[in-house]
């Protein structure tokens, strides 16, 4: 069964507003949760998965299960991976991710849920960000479970593929490069070190279950939470929509801050259809948060 990538509303949603006071109104009470998606970053120059151009309209992300099937399937994503890890590297925080980090400073947050692997939000200075999908800055291995850093891994690629450089007609969310199977040619992968075992990047790939022990502190921070505040994500997957539906039972407010309807818009007070630097920036000036510190 493959996973769920896309999302076709049922019934009619409300229209998004461009109204920031209930989300201001929200964060000005404190213990606001965060949860965000690969929205989050496009202003970072990592495009989302569904938004308009989202990389979904020319790529398919790889599955657990075809990346634990053959050799072939894990060759093309390491030669695609290794080739976006450059770029994705070079990354920066947004004023979306600062503004994020200056209300957690403020004591506006209980916590931030993120379903992106880049990084960003520890980078512009957010602390105990759960990465509800892992992270690209680790590589485990399947069969001994050893984790080690990204960095080592790229360093052992460079050697092992002198001279790949082809040039990717694009980088998407979760850090592959688009590549043609030519393009690819014989990238060779290399095993872990320990064990000689399979190495994956510490991400949960689409088909793959986050860990239970994850969902649980997720579900956790939610409880202990006054409302969640969705930024970013179209809340397709279940992954991040079951934790919209936890508060909204709870009758915890929900908020979300994403251009397109959402999966989750449903159960929200509002959603807000604005860019999410810009809203985030506005909102912070309303609560007289002076600008972020730069990361």
Known sequence: MRPTLSWTPVEDLPPGSTDLEPVA???????VLVLSGAGMSTESGIPDYRGEGGSLSRHTPMTYQDFTAGAQARRRYWARSHLGWRTFGRARPNAGHQAVAAFARHGLLSGVITQNVDGLHQAAGSEDVVE?????????????????????????????????????????????????????????????????????????????????????????????????????????????LRFVRQAAKAGKPVLIVNLDPTRGDQHAVTRVALPLGTALTSVADRLGIPGPAQP
């Open 25 to 31: 109104d929200a964060l000005s009470t404190g213990g």
């Open 132 to 240: 509800l999908h892992g992270s690209l800055d680790r590589v485990v291995c399947l069969a001994c479970r050893t984790s080690s850093p990204r960095r080592e891994l790229a360093r052992r690629l460079e050697e092992a593929n002198v001279g790949f450089a082809p040039v990717a007609a694009g980088i998407n969310p979760d850090g592959d490069a688009d590549l043609t199977d030519e393009q690819v040619g014989d990238f060779r992968v290399v095993p872990c070190t320990v064990c000689g075992g399979i190495l994956k990047p510490d991400v949960v790939f689409f088909g793959e279950a986050v860990p239970p022990s994850r969902v649980e502190h997720c579900r956790e921070l939610v409880r202990e939470a006054t409302s969640l505040l969705v930024l970013g994500s179209s809340l397709t997957v279940m992954s991040g």
